[in-house]
């Protein structure tokens, strides 16, 4: 055990890794194919295969995934999405790029996830398409909300960023919906640095969001510097540079490997957590909802602000003055000024995001974590929670 494991800093995240991902990674060095490539092909077959779904579709990051998966759907200028208020800001602005409209809706004041009884009162003769934000890697309650996308004629693109592994029903996030989009930025639970995966059943959107990825080009355009590849191609759309590299795909791969290892540990931990405060008043645990497993991306806790004397920011503070890091999922869309001005947003349109925002704490949840970091973790938020009792 380390000599300051009573002290050392316990940061919010720590990326999991073994000889495996710099094996891999050295192996595709050694190969000389760097960009798309071999390794890209395997990786995106091997995470179809895991996740179930007809098409998965790398792209450079779950940003330019959504971007195409939005390009494939057609959205057009005028059009509404209707997105959750409580996310990262990726989720709407990839609506802004096509000069549409991200309606942004409060959210279920149990799950923080999208609540369903919002999303259809906001839906206009301008609505195309649902966000459906797995918060935390809880799934939405799809059953509802495919229900009123079916009724409206919705697409639904699942931001799937916090939900790789996640269960609904027994069945895994990323086979059901339209179009689900996943994260490999550096700190999701599968991580190549940066890196994204479109899953889909829908052909037409799989291809038209492979040939947008690489320029608009008409065939396999990575093998065209391939031994056998063949100089001509032809570009048949303005397309994008939206690829994973082979390097990527390398650290991918190892990962893939150990991804339901990895949601073991952080399941344990959630578990911990949950035993650790459940006779501490002055926190809520995340919620656990019958038939939905949790990929445990994020383990947040809401601070009972009415029994506390200290608000989030200092209770955050104190923690990180006892070496405990943490973070905020997320500070609501409609409190940045780019949607608050330019769609004229107040608080007062969120008043449940708006509750929940002021009590949020993302508690430290990565794989490596040790007894000791995570018998500090609790002691540490318990202590906080004692100290500043009113
Ligand atoms: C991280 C994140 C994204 C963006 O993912 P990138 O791969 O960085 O583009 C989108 N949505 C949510 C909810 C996220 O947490």
């Known amino acids: 055990m380390n000599k300051n494991s009573e002290t050392e800093f316990i940061p919010f995240h720590r990326p999991y890794f073994d000889e495996d991902?710099?094996?891999?990674?050295?192996?595709?060095?050694?190969?000389?194919?760097?960009?798309?490539?071999?390794?890209?092909?395997?990786?995106?077959?091997?995470?179809?295969?895991?996740?179930?779904?007809?098409?998965?579709?790398?792209?450079?990051?779950?940003?330019?995934g959504a971007h195409l998966v939005l390009e494939a759907l057609g959205l057009k200028p005028g059009d509404e999405v209707i997105v959750p208020a409580i996310t990262f800001t990726a989720s709407a602005e990839v609506v802004c790029y096509f000069n549409a409209k991200p309606v942004i809706v409060d959210v279920d004041i149990d799950t923080l996830n999208i609540s369903p009884e919002e999303i259809k009162k906001h839906i206009t003769s301008k609505t195309r398409a649902i966000i459906a934000v797995h918060y935390a890697g809880l799934p939405c309650e799809m059953d509802l909300i495919r229900a009123i996308a079916k009724n409206h004629n919705l697409f639904i693109l699942e931001d799937a960023a916090h939900a790789l592994p996640a269960w609904l029903n027994g069945e895994k996030i990323g086979k059901l919906g339209d179009a689900v989009c996943f994260s490999f930025y550096a700190t999701k639970t599968l991580s190549a640095g940066e890196g994204g995966m479109i899953c889909t059943n829908n052909e037409k959107i799989a291809q038209r969001c492979k040939l947008m990825r690489l320029h608009g080009i008409n065939k396999d355009a990575w093998k065209r510097y391939d031994n056998d590849g063949d100089w001509f191609y032809e570009v048949t759309a303005p397309g994008y540079k939206y690829n994973l590299t082979d390097i990527q795909s390398a650290l991918a791969l190892a990962q893939l490997k150990k991804l339901e290892m990895m949601w073991t540990k952080r399941k344990i931990i959630a578990e911990r957590y949950n035993e650790g405060v459940k006779d501490n008043c002055f926190v809520k645990t995340p919620a656990i909802v019958k038939n939905r497993e949790s990929a445990y991306h994020l383990y947040t806790i809401q601070i009972e602000l009415e029994r506390l004397k200290i608000n989030r920011a200092q209770f955050i503070n104190e923690l990180k003055n006892r070496g405990i890091g943490t973070s905020v999922h997320f500070i609501p869309l409609y409190r940045h000024s780019f949607y608050r001005e330019k769609f004229s947003l107040s608080p007062d349109n969120f008043p449940v995001s708006e509750n929940i925002f002021n009590r949020i704490i993302s508690l430290p949840i990565w794989p490596g974590m040790n007894d000791t970091q995570i018998e500090r973790v609790i002691n540490n938020v318990n202590e906080v929670s004692k100290i500043f009792k009113k």
């Open 21 to 64: 991902e710099i094996s891999e990674v050295t192996d595709t060095i050694k190969s000389g194919w760097w960009t798309m490539g071999p390794k890209t092909q395997k990786f995106e077959e091997e995470f179809r295969k895991y996740i179930g779904s007809e098409y998965a579709v790398s792209t450079s990051s779950w940003t330019t």
